[in-house]
């Protein structure tokens, strides 16, 4: 037996466990002060109604035998497939229902799709980032390019022609930096990929916060990205599916091979997603349930918009707040991502995600999230402010 040596390559990942031990000993030595953490990527708000009815309906059809079903297919149930599409066709693209797997939540699709590519391939990925895409690549042994993300850039760093790789990462609305791409930009990426007969891996986990319609919420919007991209999409932050587990993955035809190969990985290692949460995700998108999860979408942006209101007087430098439920601002004073936290932990009691945890470029940087409750967010602001 030998072991994959890939794996200890990977850096130990102290970030969140950092984070807790660093809060557990505030708290131990003030235990009158009351922490507030806008640093957690998880929601808060429940799931909506017609999601929980649509999910309790199901548990009965499984308790009797004339409605009962055993193993669905592994791409997911019809109904849950055309529910996808039908989502995508009311913005206008079209999608055939055998491009589009349910699966399990997008961090495992993330993940399992390098399975179909080539152990050799290159691998492009911007800095900072969901620190998913690394991983998973240096598992797999692969070799990776970074590409910048900084403040000249507005965190959305582009193609340059002179870097080529066979596997290109893109994430918008952007965990950690909440910057969003625009038409054009997309466009860029689609045509250099294209042109170097790339694959775009696009993570549009966060879609559903994009209000402004000057703005994609999908990569296949852009003429040319069915023949260069795979999306991957989620119900974790939509409908707050985070601990109900169910995601999407699109794998377009003109794609050629990976449509076949992607089905083919996972009829083979995958068994498909429990039918009583795909009937709740189906019913996320229903017109009750649009409208039911945009309340929640509501909720949270506008925890973001006190968020970036405040840091805005307080002349912050920051990305984010709008479009997307995550704010990046620069650390006042030059103070490192680390420095930073441990000031506002210890002056105004509030938590945040260092962004050093996201790549080199985000050394400097700090993550708040919008998921909190309204009530806790505005304190913490006030408290910000008073410091
Ligand atoms: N992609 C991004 C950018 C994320 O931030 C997350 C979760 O935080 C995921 C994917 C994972 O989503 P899921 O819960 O569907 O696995």
Redesign the pocket.
Known sequence: MRINENYLKLQESYLFSTIARKVREYSERNPNKRVIRLGI?DVTRPLCPVVTEAMQQAVSEMGRAESFRGYGEEQGCAFMRQAVSGYYNKKGMNLSDDEIFISD????D?GNILDIFSADNTVLIPDPV?P?YVDTNIMAGREIIYINGNAENDFLPMPDKNIRADIIYL?SPN?PTGAVYNYEQLKAWVDYALECGSVILF?S??EIFVRDEALPTSIYQIDGAKSCAIE?C????TAG??GT?C?YTIVPHELGALNKLWLRRQTTKFNGVPYIIQRGAEAVFSDTGLAQIKESINYYLENARVISETLAKLGVWFTGGKNAPYIWLKCPDNMSSWEYFDYLLENANVVGTPGAGFGKNGEGYFRLTAFGDAGNVREAMQRIINL
């Open positions: 990527g939540g997008a961090k495992s993330l969901y998913v994430c965990n993570d986990a966060y991957f989620s119900f974790s932050k599916f985070t587990r995601g």
